[in-house]
């Protein structure tokens, strides 16, 4: 079982090497690394080259910048193995990271995608845990209630799903979100409770204003897009949770108009005091 690993990188001359030597470092040694270099101008391809000597590195360098999800797709449709799987030039893996994904395939025939924990580090000092996801099997419904399965750090699956699949979609944002929820809604999913990925963030609190409110947009559409099969699966209950956790992320943008029209979606959706006070809330703050 031969694994395709595509490593995106822009400008991080600096930080790679943390990633591929993670690649390197596998106990389990089947696999090819794709890195797509997505016209990098500070000589990334001549550094990596002179660093790392290993066969298995495949370079492409994009004559222009296409970002990422386009890069990834790009990725995909260069990969050769059986299993295809990504790592950020920033995050690292755990030595077994590879050895599990294929035990757990080898263990599981009807299994298509696989999924482990994901440890976040920040600013290289703090390790937190933040949600995941335990979901296994045909999980798609279940996986509306919340948007989310895995981050694709820790997410692997067989590239015949690809062929299915075919593209990426261009215009979400939350490219981890969406590729899992479109595996989910044809393939089977098995979970690995175990700790393989690391995440490492830095914690720019100048920036934290602007993150917030892309980060509302950026749920908000990821919702649009699923909304009619979220409408299907879900309960009143789940889609007013759906609205209300929409309003508190616009609220914590202090996009109040915004934080306003989802909360009252939620209420009418599923009304509770909690969606009421929240709503008392927004219209002190406007």
């Known amino acids: ?8 990188t822009f400008n991080r001359k600096k930080i790679i090497l ?4 993670s690649i390197l470092n596998q106990t389990y040694q089947n696999y090819e690394v794709l890195i797509i270099d997505d016209h990098s101008s500070d000589n990334t391809k001549e550094y990596v080259h002179d660093k790392i000597k290993d066969k298995r590195i495949k370079y492409f360098y994009l004559k222009k910048n296409i970002g990422h999800v386009k890069a990834s797709e790009y990725g995909l449709n260069k990969s050769t193995g059986d299993i295809v799987c990504f790592l950020d030039d920033d995050d690292s893996w755990d030595k077994k990271f590879l050895y599990y994904h294929f035990k757990a395939y080898s263990k599981n025939s ?48 067989k590239r015949s799903c690809w062929k299915k699949l075919k593209k990426l979609d261009h215009k979400i944002t939350r490219e981890d979100d969406d590729l899992c929820l479109r595996l989910s ?33 950026q ?37 109040f108009k915004a934080a306003k029209k989802n909360i009252i979606k939620s209420i009418k959706k599923y009304p509770n005091i909690k969606n009421l006070l929240v709503l008392i809330l927004i219209l002190f703050r406007m």
């Open 185 to 217: 809604k044809f393939y089977k999913f098995k979970h690995i409770d175990k700790d393989l990925s690391l995440a490492y963030l830095e914690n720019n609190r100048n920036q934290v204003t602007s993150n917030a409110l892309n980060h509302a947009k």
């Open 110 to 157: 009807d299994i298509q995608c696989v999924y482990n924990n994901t440890i976040t580090l920040i600013n290289n000092k703090k390790k937190v845990k933040p949600y995941y996801s335990s979901l296994e099997g045909n999980c798609y419904g279940a996986a509306l209630k919340k948007l989310f399965i895995s981050s694709q750090i820790a997410l692997s699956f």
């Open 219 to 255: 749920y908000k559409q990821l919702f649009n897009k699923y909304k009619k099969d979220i409408y299907i699966h879900c309960s009143s209950k789940e889609i007013a949770n759906h609205y209300y956790l929409i309003s508190k992320k616009f609220y914590l943008a202090s996009s």
């Open 1 to 8: 079982m031969k694994f395709s690993i595509i490593v995106k």
């Open 18 to 21: 943390r990633s591929l030597r």
